[in-house]
């Protein structure tokens, strides 16, 4: 079946320091991959999609590139602020169908003036 | 524009006593709608699904229930709530047909007592 593993947090970074948050995926055929943020006390947001491979999904100053050769699609930014503290779930959507998303586990991500 | 509207924001329920949450979409039709759970510290756990009406699928056995009596409208129940039902509940819509991401809800934090 379809699965997504990110990588276990949480992460604690300084400001204006480069993020990488890995997120790897299983999927037969031609999913797509989202990246959700969720904000203390809110519901998810999309931060940013990719629908096909070597598509390259930004927003906000973050990307994640889909890459179906290693089945990834990590979250990176440059330099984090203190606002970017969320958690952040990877998803996977399946080609068609009606089949729900799944997620990953969520990397909390902490970030320190 | 679509919206989704989840309510109450906040509640607090005694052991026993029943439940209910709603969650309606503004903007589109025959949407699917999905409520998840999300304990503390703990990742994204789906509850149910819907896509139409009166069809509900459920992922895992509790007692907790899902009604769907209008096209937009999705309704989480329980007759009798236990302690472990507290959590941060989540509903959520995406266009049928899959293949898309979600729209999340703000939604419900529940502390059974």
């Known amino acids: 079946g379809n699965s997504v593993t990110q990588m276990e947090g949480p992460v604690t970074l300084s400001e204006e320091a480069f993020l990488t948050i890995n997120c790897t995926y299983t999927?037969?055929?031609?999913?797509?991959l989202f990246w959700y943020v969720q904000y203390p006390g809110e519901g998810l947001q999309l931060l940013l999609k990719a629908t096909k491979a070597d598509d390259k999904g930004s927003n906000k100053g973050f990307e994640a590139t889909y890459r179906k050769e290693t089945t990834s699609f990590h979250l990176e930014k440059g330099s984090v602020q203190v606002s970017d503290s969320a958690v952040y779930f990877c998803a996977l959507s399946a080609y068609s169908g009606n089949t729900p998303l799944v997620f990953g586990k969520g990397t909390r991500l902490s970030v320190i003036a | 524009s679509q919206t989704i509207h989840q309510w109450p924001a906040t509640l607090v329920q005694p052991v026993g006593s029943p439940l209910s949450l709603e969650c309606t979409v503004e903007g589109t039709s025959n949407p699917n709608l999905y409520w998840y759970r999300q304990a503390a510290g703990r990742g994204l756990q789906l509850l149910f699904y819907?896509?139409?009406?009166?069809?509900i699928s459920s992922e895992v056995p509790q007692n907790l229930s899902a009604s769907r009596p209008q096209d937009r409208q999705f309704i989480l129940s329980s007759k009798k709530l236990l302690l472990s039902d507290s959590g941060f509940y989540l509903c959520a819509w995406s266009a049928s047909g899959g293949g898309g991401g979600y729209t999340f809800g703000s939604g419900t934090r529940l502390t059974v007592v």
């Open positions: 819907s896509v139409g009406i009166g069809q």
């Open positions: 999927a037969t055929g031609y999913p797509s």
